[in-house]
């Protein structure tokens, strides 16, 4: 029987063997995640393996509730042993779930812990880790893994103080901020919350904002804190992009009436969504940088775990929303305008793959390599399968090289591990391909292919240095 997580895991041919020999040395550039500035500004360590793993991790929270853990081990104030003792309960159910394989692989390569976790070894687990994690600070952490750069998500009406004291630092990684404006029209339908929002976000940038056209100076004035830095991109996170065409004087009425508190509609709030989306397209092109869009999630299903938890707690789910026309209605009206920005498409409906592949092939370019990207398997498909199909359907209908790879979306830093287990399936992806006679042996290519999609085209498509 083959040892669980041995060298060779997923690496099921000797070619295979041989290019994983290239990407496991390449660099990681994480270019979406959640990490807290902070944390790693502030070079972080923690008290025990609970807080690293689970205070911020609604991935393990979705899976203790599925197991029947009680919320007060999840995300509540419980003892932190008691809270590690469930999660180790819980894993020995998930087999065939990427959690399994994350949590093995982590304590495997920063800790040194081989054990498989469960009820039998959590006291175990717990003190080895614990024992070792002053020596395990934020930062090197991540350079343990290799990682060069990483791209945190950020709100408008964050100062970016902590990006600039990690700059001024000189410490390794290169942390830069990436501009995240959708609070501006996703809370109007929660007019007190908006208000808030926007209230915080004319303090930041030290002007009044009462129409459309203050809300957006805003958000630019904002921009120009992101570009200054460091910030390479922006993210926009939608069920769908709108199928209408935009409409500035409509959607001004509609923020000079959330200013005064009125109640706004969903379709209303599309007329903001249309405005900030092609504003950033706009600023995107004329600075350089990368826009991502985010499709497809149904946010916070549950109205008893918002009230109790908050968002981000495990309650979003997959949506099914129509997305072909309102996608190709938004970038054909940027490429007309001569504002499509290198542009980044992700999907989190599994069943959109080829519509999204096909979508981002419609707009390539000459002098600008994949100027529309169809992005790494995301939230609910970054998995060995989703990743799979991913690369399966990319090589058949886009094209492989281009591929800007992988990332972690994650709130740990322990997820780097999530890149290892991508550059295996793509390295046992491309072994097969050459055993059964479709690729030509020619290791040489095959190197250079892997290490593009690693690391390198991520770094070009990004602008990185």
Known sequence: MPDFLSDRFLLTTDTAVELYRVAKTQPIVDVHNHL???????????????????????????????????????????????????????????????????????????????????????DYVYAKANEQLGEWPAQRMLNHFGVEFVATTDSPIDDLAHHGLHRASGAAPTMAPTFRPDAAHSLLNDPERWNAWVDALAAVEDTTIDDLDSLVSALRSAHGRFRAAGCRASDHGLAAVPNQPRDTEAADGVVRRARWGEPISEAEADLVLLEVLHVTAELAVQHDLV??????????????????VGPDAG??????????????????????????????????????????????????????????????????????????????????????????????????????????????????KIGDQVEAGLFPADMHHLGELVADICCANAKRFFGLS
């Open 291 to 308: 826009m991502q869009l985010h499709l497809g999630p149904l946010r916070n299903v549950s109205p008893t775990l918002f009230t109790r």
């Open 315 to 428: 309650a979003d789910v997959m949506g099914d929303r129509p997305q072909a026309e309102g996608l190709a209605r938004f970038l054909g009206e940027l490429d007309a305008a001569g504002s499509l920005p290198r542009l980044v498409l992700y999907n989190l409906n599994p069943s959109d793959n080829e519509l999204f592949v096909t979508m981002a092939g419609a707009f390539g370019r000459g002098g600008s390599e994949s100027h529309v990207q169809w992005g790494p398997p995301w939230w609910f498909n970054d998995h060995e399968e989703g990743m799979r199909r991913q690369l399966d359907v990319l090589a058949q209908i886009g094209q492989l090289a281009g591929f800007i790879g992988m990332l972690t979306d994650s709130r740990s830093i322990l997820s780097m591990t999530r890149h290892e287990l991508f550059r295996r399936v793509l390295c046992a």
């Open 36 to 122: 807290v500035p902070a944390d790693i500004a502030e070079n972080r360590t923690w008290e025990t393996i609970t807080g690293l793993w689970l205070d911020d991790d609604h991935y393990k929270w979705r899976a203790m509730r599925l197991a029947g853990v009680d919320e007060s081990l999840i995300t509540g104030d419980a003892d932190p042993a008691d809270r590690f003792s469930a999660w180790a309960a819980t894993l020995p159910r998930l087999i065939g779930n990427p959690l399994y394989v994350w949590t093995h692989l982590e304590l495997r390569r920063v800790f040194g812990i081989t054990e498989t976790l469960g009820p039998a070894t959590a």
